[in-house]
């Protein structure tokens, strides 16, 4: 069974910035693919970013595009959200997500989730 772990949620003020990281038991690491979604109370869970196995690939909700950043360190066998310029609707349970060889912004396509981390942007 593979597990995941985040870890950096925090309250932080609008225009603040942080880092989530997403620590996995999936090996061999280089042939999973990461995702991050997000889940803000009464809403739905909604694709965030993710970043192909390789490393050579990301693909970002609209909504996220340019503020946030995704990556991968293979030998920690952890991946990284970046976040910057936060706003207030950017608060939300974030989940790391994880499946062999997936890539892409459909959350079916990932088997492995972690219990996240909440992240929470005062106004």
């Known amino acids: 069974q593979v597990s995941l772990v985040e870890s950096g949620g925090r309250l932080v003020q609008t225009g603040g910035s942080l880092r989530l990281s997403c620590t996995t038991s999936?090996?061999?690491?280089?042939?999973?693919?990461m995702g991050w979604f997000r889940q803000a109370p009464g809403k739905e869970r909604e694709f965030v970013a993710a970043i192909r196995w390789s490393g050579d690939s990301t693909v970002y909700a609209d909504s996220v595009k340019g503020r946030f950043t995704i990556s991968r360190d293979d030998a920690k066998n952890t991946v990284y959200l970046r976040m910057k310029t936060l706003q207030p609707e950017d608060t939300a349970v974030y989940y790391c997500?994880?499946?062999?060889?997936?890539?892409?912004?459909?959350?079916?396509?990932?088997?492995?989730w972690g219990q996240g981390t909440q992240v929470t942007v005062s106004s």
């Open positions: 997500a994880a499946d062999h060889f997936s890539f892409g912004m459909d959350a079916e396509g990932y088997k492995y």
């Open positions: 999936a090996r061999p690491f280089n042939e999973y693919g």
